[in-house]
């Protein structure tokens, strides 16, 4: 059983930064793509960024693109996603997901993915 534990939420101004992890345990990590979801007040979860097995494709939704970096440690089992340039449309709850088969390539759907983290809140003040 894949567990994922998210940490580095917070209040931020507009324009600063920050930098989520997602510690990953119970699982082969280094054979999982991983993904970064949020969900905003009164919206639906949104994928935000992914990343494939191997650490060397992603794929960002528009509204990061150029802002966000998803990246991926084996060695440390983590997760993370610096994020630069923050806006108060970034507001979110932030979520770190894997799927449930491995050696995959970035998945953009939620369905594709059958582990969540528990969500760490990331508020941008204007």
């Known amino acids: 059983q894949v567990q994922l534990v998210e940490s580095g939420g917070g209040l931020v101004m507009a324009g600063g930064s920050l930098r989520l992890s997602c510690a990953a345990s119970?699982?082969?990590?280094?054979?999982?793509?991983m993904g970064w979801f949020r969900r905003a007040p009164g919206k639906g979860r949104e994928l935000v960024a992914a990343i494939d097995w191997g650490g060397g494709s992603t794929n960002y939704a528009d509204s990061v693109l150029g802002r966000f970096t998803i990246s991926k440690d084996n060695a440390k089992n983590t997760v993370s996603l610096e994020m630069n340039s923050l806006k108060p449309e970034d507001t979110a709850v932030y979520y770190c997901?894997?799927?449930?088969?491995?050696?995959?390539?970035?998945?953009?759907?939620?369905?594709?993915?059958?582990?969540w983290g528990q969500g760490t809140q990331v508020t941008v003040s204007s």
């Open positions: 119970g699982g082969t990590f280094r054979y999982y793509g």
């Open positions: 997901a894997a799927p449930g088969s491995r050696f995959q390539p970035p998945l953009t759907k939620e369905a594709e993915y059958r582990y």
